[in-house]
């Protein structure tokens, strides 16, 4: 049998509160977790599995028929969440605040046992206790022992705070003054967020022209809501969860990352509680004469370093918290249930805007983000403040705002600073470990920058190639043929002070970018020219800061010894050139030769990479840097204007039996090559094949099997009349051009166009002759 439900103890949640905020906003305040709890366990739910009346953990009753109507209308979890008429606030332990009393000689933040209380359990991390009047403290033994300086600075720290005789009176209904009263009752601090509430509340209809304490006042209610979330959290919601356990089940014990959250945010509660009371004293003392904003940061703000031990930590808290809820159904009931019921109070800010109506749907696991957004927060609100201080009032403020902003930033960007080094570890180790052994990535000082798969451009074939940027070396290597993965069988490493990056300035390569070395070079063909840029960006970037870093190290060793000789040399590396695919010409590309170049095999010179005939084709040796050396014994194959060139520079270094001139030994380069032609698609009847267009002449329309023949194979006169274009666009990225004979409509030549440039590009060459 059931036991019978007291109706009254539901009527409230049916009545308005009646308790007005200053503004004459009728509030509806939270429940408690004293209220909340007291009211579950005075009620008949059933802890099982019936959907539709979740339970909350009191003890298996069953109900009749009787009761069940009761037991519906009075469901806590009902559409309509009522309020209680009066809060009943949470008791704030006293360990919550540092205590700067005038006998407070200690110094310590160790949670102090409450006078007349009886211990009622431990855990292994906290002890309960209660007083005379059933109020619950909590005794917390865990600390963030990841930083024990910032710890002992804290408990070794006295921040007095001192209030001025004279403050600034606003008449109450009762005729004496609101913050008066509060100063005379709390003279030596403010003790709880309840009396700073007050006193905030105070401010928030008060007509005030000064720029300065409008800024202080909203920058004293963020911090009020933050400390208001971070109260919630480490206090009301472990308490919460441990009251509405199951019977002989302590969820706290079985997922004990809840109390390290509590204990972690208890402990920057301390520090936001401090700079709390501060800036409401500052506002209860307002002068416009001498604002005094600053000074508060510059004397405590040091202190926020505790939040960084809490924010490096913060994913992987928070994947163990988000595993939690989903292992256990209970533990997420009850914590959306105070996520509704309590975290979910409307803050001053909303208050004042919009009332106590509605949700504000914010979740534990947001607020675990909070630290870090609060942290970056003072900056912004710093920095509205100084830009608000006129210089030739309050010089001394303006320079401490200065000091307070470059404060807060550097706080915020070391526990960036952290965040990416900590990133930057963990994604070293996975690397390392795709590696299998066969390279060691992990080196002091090393950072990763960059990695993606790109396409290189071999000389017959484009194969898929995974690199991998660090701040000292590049890593090229195969790519798995089962998915994208990378394949650690065949490893390249390039120091980055020895590459050269280039692009080339034409339509058809924006996508491609060629990466120069003294060994071998490669152009490598990007998804998008977006993605070519970023490569390109962060490889030259990387280059240059290594470069730097290196001078810098020189100069301070010759500092030491003037006479030390270093070798440092990278204007004399010799880099190879890119290959020209053999796609690229059908013909020997050494002016005056003229042969036709073989179907299967085609000769490379070794150091322009021009495509060249037998003929064309001696032996020399190629050095990689201007301080050649003469024992080398590799010659590789190379032009005759290569071999001119190297016979001429290094002969006298290497041995003559090293050289063999080519058969045309007499040709040389009258011309570097130049990209003046344009891929296209021609079409036929099988299907189309790739052509190239010459553009320096408009009025011939010239098509090159290669891109680099020196002579068309086929021309078409556009001076001509007859001549008429069409022009097709399938789609943004792609349209089909036809040149028609209107004399002889079987002459027709079809061909497509790629991307949307070489598109406009071709319409404005026939923009005389185009037919809508």
């Known amino acids: 049998m059931g036991t019978k439900t007291n109706v009254n103890d539901f009527k ?15 509030t509806k305040p939270a429940l408690s977790v004293k ?6 366990n005075k009620k008949n739910i059933l802890y099982g599995d019936n959907k539709n009346y979740p339970t909350f953990g009191v003890k298996k009753q069953s109900l009749n028929n009787g009761n069940s109507k009761t037991f519906h209308e009075n469901n806590i979890i009902s559409n309509e969440h009522k309020i209680l008429k009066k809060p009943i606030p949470l008791p704030k332990p006293n360990y919550l605040t540092l205590n700067r009393s005038k006998d407070f000689e200690n110094k310590t933040l160790s949670p102090p046992v409450p006078k007349n209380s009886k211990r009622l359990y431990d855990t292994e991390e906290l002890s309960f206790y209660k007083n005379n009047n059933q109020q619950v403290t909590l005794k917390s033994k865990m600390s963030l022992n990841n930083d024990e300086t910032i710890k002992n600075e804290i408990e070794n720290k006295i921040l007095p705070i001192k209030r001025s005789e004279s403050i600034e009176s606003k008449n109450s209904p009762g005729g004496k003054s609101l913050r008066a009263t509060f100063a005379n009752t709390s003279i030596e601090r403010l003790k709880t967020l309840e009396e700073i509430e007050e006193i905030l509340f105070s401010f928030l209809n008060e007509d005030t022209s000064e720029k300065l304490k409008k800024i202080v006042n909203e920058i004293a209610e963020v911090e009020y809501n933050f400390c208001i979330k971070l109260r919630s959290i480490s206090q009301d919601y472990p308490e919460f969860i441990r009251s ?3 019977k002989n089940k302590d969820l706290l014990k079985e997922y004990p990352i809840i109390e ?13 509680h401090v700079l709390l009371e501060h800036f409401t004293l500052l506002l209860m003392n307002w002068r416009n004469s001498s604002p005094n904003l600053a000074s508060i940061l510059l004397k405590d703000g040091h202190y926020l370093k505790i939040c960084s031990v809490f924010i490096r930590r913060k994913n992987d808290v928070a994947d163990i918290y988000r595993k939690a809820l989903l292992e256990n159904e209970k533990l997420n009931e009850l914590t959306k249930l105070y996520e509704e019921n309590m975290l979910n109070i409307k803050t001053i800010n909303d208050q004042r805007q919009n009332g106590f109506s509605g949700k504000m749907g914010v979740t534990v696991l947001h607020e675990l983000d909070s630290v870090h957004q ?7 609100l710093m920095e509205r403040y100084s830009k608000a201080i006129d210089q030739s009032l309050y010089p001394e403020e303006y320079d401490s705002s200065l000091k307070a902003i470059t404060l807060v930033k550097n706080l915020a960007n070391q526990v960036n600073v952290d965040l990416k080094e900590e990133e930057n570890s963990l994604k070293m180790l996975e690397l390392n470990k795709r590696f299998h052994g066969k390279y060691n990535i992990i080196h002091p000082c090393r950072k990763f920058i960059y990695e993606g798969e790109l396409t290189k451009q071999a000389r017959r074939d484009k194969l898929q190639r995974y690199l991998i940027l660090f701040n000292d070396i590049l890593i090229i290597c195969n790519c798995s043929l089962i998915g994208k993965y990378m394949d650690s069988s065949k490893i390249r490493v390039y120091n980055v002070e020895d590459y050269e990056v280039k692009v080339k300035d034409h339509i058809d390569y924006e996508n491609q970018f060629e990466l120069m070395t003294g060994e071998k070079s490669t152009a490598f063909i990007c998804s998008s020219k977006e993605q070519r840029d970023i490569w390109v960006s962060k490889l030259k970037e990387i280059k240059e800061n290594a470069l730097n870093a290196k001078d810098t190290r020189v100069k301070i060793m010759k500092q030491n010894n003037p006479d030390i000789q270093t070798d440092y040399n990278y204007d004399g590396i010799l880099y190879k050139a890119v290959w020209i695919p053999d796609e690229k010409s059908n013909i020997c590309l050494m002016p005056n ?9 085609r000769h490379h010179c070794r150091l322009c990479g021009f495509l060249i005939c037998s003929s064309c084709t001696g032996e020399a040796p190629i050095p990689k840097s201007r301080n050649a050396d003469p024992d080398s014994t590799n010659v590789y194959k190379v ?7 190297i016979k001429k520079e290094f002969g006298h270094i290497f041995k003559a039996k090293k050289f063999k001139a080519p058969k045309n030994h007499h040709l040389r380069k009258t011309q570097n090559i130049a990209f003046e032609k344009i891929s296209i698609f021609e079409k036929n009847k099988t299907g189309e094949i790739k052509r190239w267009v010459d553009f320096s002449n408009l009025n011939i ?18 001076t001509q009349q007859s001549y008429r274009i069409t022009v097709d666009e399938n789609s943004l990225y792609d349209a089909i051009f036809s040149i028609v004979n209107l004399e002889n409509k079987a002459e027709i030549y079809k061909f497509r166009v790629e991307n949307e440039r070489k598109i406009e590009k071709f319409k404005l060459l026939f923009k005389d002759r185009l037919i809508e």
């Open 12 to 26: 409230l949640l049916n009545e308005s509160s009646g308790h007005e905020s200053p503004s004459g906003i009728e």
């Open 35 to 40: 209220e909340l709890t007291a009211i579950l």
């Open 244 to 246: 509405n356990s199951p």
């Open 260 to 272: 390290e959250i509590s204990e972690a945010l208890s402990q920057i509660l301390n520090v936001h």
């Open 374 to 380: 609060n942290l970056v927060r003072y900056g912004l």
């Open 593 to 601: 030769c003229g042969v036709e170049l073989r179907v299967l095999r």
């Open 639 to 645: 032009c005759p204007q290569c071999f001119y060139d």
């Open 701 to 718: 329309f010239s098509i090159f099997k290669g891109e680099f023949d020196f002579e068309p194979f086929k021309q078409i006169d556009l």
